[in-house]
């Protein structure tokens, strides 16, 4: 769990003090700080709203990165990137299980442009992504000889002795609609996240623990067109068992609804080691626009378009953030259960186009995407050599992987009420709310108010409690009946009147 005592470097409130993380943000659950606030009032309101002081999670819902990149209405420049192919790839966790990730693919010419390449990124970050929250219930059955039977609809052969999974229900829940505009931000990596920057070793960022040896004690990635003022470049390798350790607390970092900008050196996670402190400066370069606001990602687009190698990559990824899902998860597990199924049940959060890779063009990579050819480099070993030497290292002209840009899109998110101010009360807030409906379309039917670093913020999507109260039903329901699709809401059934000699209800 979070430390209480620590101080978060948050968005725009770097001086935010916070209390203690809250589990599970439910509507049912206890309230997450009963502190009222001088002037505030929730008596009559026509808005759900409270004056509790801001939760540690909470206080990273009520701002974005401080690198945050503004994503403007998208550009026809960026269009200029055709996406070659969508695949599934395997990406292996920190426990070595491997999951299944979309990604789309371009290697157009348009790329090799900083301008054009940095607007792709934002308008892909733009996009938001179909989100859905999977929920299956399976048994496993060993068989006693082998036979042949249908599973799911499919006839599959089983062996004798051979376990399999069988499932009795698989369903799944869109969330998409629920992330608003507000909630959806393009940045850079911090520097004390170790991941590839411009090489095949993950390592920090250079201004934030230097690698040994060049000026100032690493080499910046410099480029011809690059502002003066701004470097880009690995900083020190992390060791394997390093990266191992943050490789988990990241994991566990997400469950419990924290973004990627969450800093290891300030809050505490239960049932992980925590990430050593490598050794940081300030004035890191991957949160620093620079004295004349040059974004952080603008400088990295630069680099990889000077980077000469023929295997460099470019990539971004997506991230949906902000519930708790280790506790929703566990909510949805315990509700199912209690319709007496007692077997797996397994939970699920996805979302499409999770990475979009932007590679140079070359025959190199104009080849290796046509599948035949695929197949000639791998049966003659090219492929797998030049691969393997490159992940050793050995190989740094052919170039490097770029994998710092990150677009997250958070479920409930806490943006400013128009025209606040930091000595704004709730009441004084909710006197505002009719007038500010005429002119604010985005603003809720019934906003929820929370005071924040900006003076009052209003809720743009919607809570995981909220959340669970409405569909908990639905998800017995489906359970129960052993559905298989898309759950939907569906109409809502008044209670019928029963006039029968003894029913009762």
Request: charged share 20%; hydrophobic share 35%; proline share 8%.
């Amino acid at each position: 769990m979070i430390d209480s005592k620590s101080t978060s470097s948050i968005g725009d409130s770097p001086d935010l003090l916070v209390d203690g993380l809250p589990s599970y943000d439910s509507a049912t659950s206890f309230p997450l700080s009963t502190t009222p606030q001088p002037g505030g009032s929730t008596s009559g309101a026509a808005s759900s709203s409270t004056d509790a002081a801001v939760s540690a999670q909470q206080a990273y819902l009520f701002a974005g990165p401080s690198n945050a990149e503004p994503l403007k209405v998208p550009s026809t420049r960026g269009d200029q990137l055709v996406c070659n192919r969508q695949t599934e790839v395997t990406r292996y966790t920190s426990d070595l299980s491997t999951t299944r990730v979309t990604r789309v693919e371009t290697y157009d010419p348009a790329g090799s442009d900083p301008a054009v390449l940095y607007d792709f990124l934002a308008n892909i970050s733009g996009q938001i992504p179909k989100v859905r929250l999977q929920i299956t219930g399976y048994h496993t059955e060993t068989p006693a000889q082998d036979q042949a039977v249908t599973i799911n609809g499919v006839t599959v052969m089983q062996k004798k002795g051979e376990t399999v999974k069988i499932s009795d229900f698989n369903f799944f829940i869109d969330l998409t609609d629920i992330i608003s505009p507000a909630g959806v931000h393009l940045s850079v990596l911090p520097g004390y996240t170790p991941e590839y920057r411009g090489k095949m070793c993950a390592a920090y960022g250079a201004k934030f623990s230097p690698s040994q040896g060049g000026q100032d004690g690493y080499a910046p990635l410099s480029t011809d067109d690059a502002p003066a003022h701004v470097s880009v470049g690995s900083g020190r390798p992390i060791s394997w068992g390093a990266h191992d350790v943050f490789a988990k607390w990241d994991g566990k970092r997400w469950m419990q609804g924290l973004p990627i900008w969450a800093k290891p050196q300030d809050i505490r996670l239960e049932g992980v080691n925590q990430p050593g402190d490598p050794g940081h400066r300030d004035g890191d370069i991957e949160q620093a626009r620079g004295k004349q606001g040059e974004p952080a990602l603008t400088a990295w687009c630069q680099a990889y378009c000077a980077d000469r190698g023929w295997l460099k990559e470019f990539i971004l990824r997506k991230e949906v953030w902000g519930w708790d899902y280790g506790a929703l998860s566990k909510a949805i597990k315990g509700a199912v259960v209690s319709t007496g199924y007692t077997t797996e049940v397994e939970v699920k959060l996805n979302w499409d186009e999770q990475e979009a890779m932007v590679m140079p063009s070359n025959p190199w990579t104009r080849i290796n995407n046509e599948t035949f050819y695929h197949v000639i480099l791998c049966i003659t070993l090219i492929y797998p050599l030049v691969y393997f030497f490159r992940y050793l290292c050995l190989l740094p002209w052919v170039g490097g992987r770029y994998n710092i840009a990150r677009a997250t899109y958070n479920l409930k998110p806490y943006p400013p009420l128009p025209s606040t101010y930091p000595s704004e009360t709730i009441h004084e807030a909710q006197s505002r709310l009719p007038g500010l409906m005429k002119t604010n379309p985005q603003l809720p039917a019934e906003p929820v108010l929370r005071l924040g670093p900006k003076g009052v913020h209003y809720l743009a999507g919607k809570r995981e409690g909220e959340w669970f109260a409405q569909w908990e039903e639905r998800i017995k329901m489906a359970a129960q009946t052993r559905f298989r699709g898309e759950l939907t809401l569906g109409p809502t059934i008044e209670p019928r009147e029963v006039s029968l000699d003894g029913y009762q209800r």
